[in-house]
């Protein structure tokens, strides 16, 4: 059986528009949750926005440096952000967001842009691979992400679970921002 075109789209769509929301999340909950990813995004300056979409009208997030590594998230569509990682097609999204093509392969395979400061936009990539490694189990982490560290299993465990309380609660309304 197969799915047609507009079908299939409509899924992809639905898809990364959930899996956005849910790494804008993620990242929030993890850089209240974790050191090193928080050292990484100390980087960013108080007010920085960073968002990531399909071009076009496709889904989209938006997340704001709070100046200290952590993250809140920007609800609605607001200014432009100051670092804006778009991805040039849905197909090239869900690749990405299904973890069959981790986020450094994207870029490089120009399905994915970044406009604004490139030395920040590398910090979110290492960010981005740091919470994969964390939150995605092993087998799929390894698809998604090059290089990816190596933390014993319990630190693994604890350090996933509150990045997905973190994420729990900010759908119930309590960490959302």
Do not use: W
């Given at each position: 059986?197969?799915?047609s075109?507009s079908?299939k789209?409509?899924?992809q769509r639905?898809y990364?528009?959930a ?9 929030v909950?993890?850089?209240r949750?974790?050191?090193?990813l ?6 960013f300056?108080r007010g920085c926005r960073?968002?990531m979409?399909?071009?076009?009208t496709g889904p989209?997030?938006t997340?704001?440096s709070?100046?200290?590594g952590t993250f809140?998230r920007?609800?609605?569509?607001g200014?432009?952000?100051d ?6 097609h849905?197909?090239h ?25 490139v030395?920040?936009?590398?910090r979110?990539?290492r960010c981005?691979n740091?919470?994969?490694?964390v939150?995605?189990?092993g087998v799929?982490a390894r ?8 933390l014993?299993a319990?630190?693994?465990l604890?350090?996933a679970?509150r990045i997905y309380?973190g994420?729990a609660l900010g759908?119930?309304?309590?960490g959302?921002r």
């Amino acid at each position: 059986m197969s799915i047609s075109g507009s079908l299939k789209r409509l899924l992809q769509r639905a898809y990364v528009r959930a899996m956005l929301t849910i790494v804008a999340r993620a990242l929030v909950a993890a850089s209240r949750a974790d050191p090193v990813l928080r050292g990484e995004l100390a980087a960013f300056p108080r007010g920085c926005r960073v968002g990531m979409r399909v071009l076009g009208t496709g889904p989209s997030m938006t997340i704001e440096s709070c100046g200290d590594g952590t993250f809140r998230r920007v609800a609605g569509a607001g200014a432009r952000p100051d670092l804006a990682i778009g991805f040039k097609h849905l197909s090239h999204a869900f690749l990405v967001l299904s973890f069959q093509e981790g986020t450094a392969l994207a870029f490089a395979r120009d399905r994915m842009i970044a406009d604004g400061d490139v030395a920040l936009a590398t910090r979110l990539v290492r960010c981005l691979n740091r919470l994969e490694s964390v939150i995605l189990p092993g087998v799929v982490a390894r698809r998604a992400v090059k290089r990816h560290p190596r933390l014993p299993a319990l630190e693994k465990l604890a350090l996933a679970t509150r990045i997905y309380a973190g994420v729990a609660l900010g759908f119930v309304g309590a960490g959302g921002r």
